[in-house]
Nanobody, 126 residues
Framework: QVQLVESGGGLVQAGGSLRLSCVVS????????MGWFRQAPGKEREFVAA????????YYADSVKGRFTISRDNAKNTVYLQMNSLKPEDTAVYYC???????????????????WGQGTQVTVSS
């Protein structure tokens, strides 16, 4: 049974930064690709960023490209999402997810991930 616990969310002004962390336990973390998704009220969960098990490849939604950076520390079983130049439209609950495989064969989607964290709220004020 894999467990994912996110932290680092909060309230920040537009233009500010936050770093989300996700600690994974219960599975060989280093063999799993990881991702971040978000869900705003009344909207579907959407892909934000993903990273392969080695960290050699990363993927980003167009809406966050150039502002967000995903990384991982396999020794700490942790994946991070550094969020810079935050905008009010980034406001959402952010979820960490563990992939079924170590890599991706196309742009990651919800279907590529089997385990999810409880989410952490990010609110960006204008």
């Amino acid at each position: 049974q894999v467990q994912l616990v996110e932290s680092g969310g909060g309230l920040v002004q537009a233009g500010g930064s936050l770093r989300l962390s996700c600690v994974v336990s219960g599975r060989t973390f280093s063999r799993q690709a990881m991702g971040w998704f978000r869900q705003a009220p009344g909207k579907e969960r959407e892909f934000v960023a993903a990273i392969t098990w080695s960290g050699g490849s990363t993927y980003y939604a167009d809406s966050v490209k150039g502002r967000f950076t995903i990384s991982r520390d396999n020794a700490k079983n942790t994946v991070y999402l550094q969020m810079n130049s935050l905008k009010p439209e980034d406001t959402a609950v952010y979820y960490c997810a563990s992939g079924y495989r170590s890599t991706f064969y196309s742009t990651p989607t919800v279907a590529d991930f089997g385990s999810w964290g409880q989410g952490t709220q990010v609110t960006v004020s204008s």
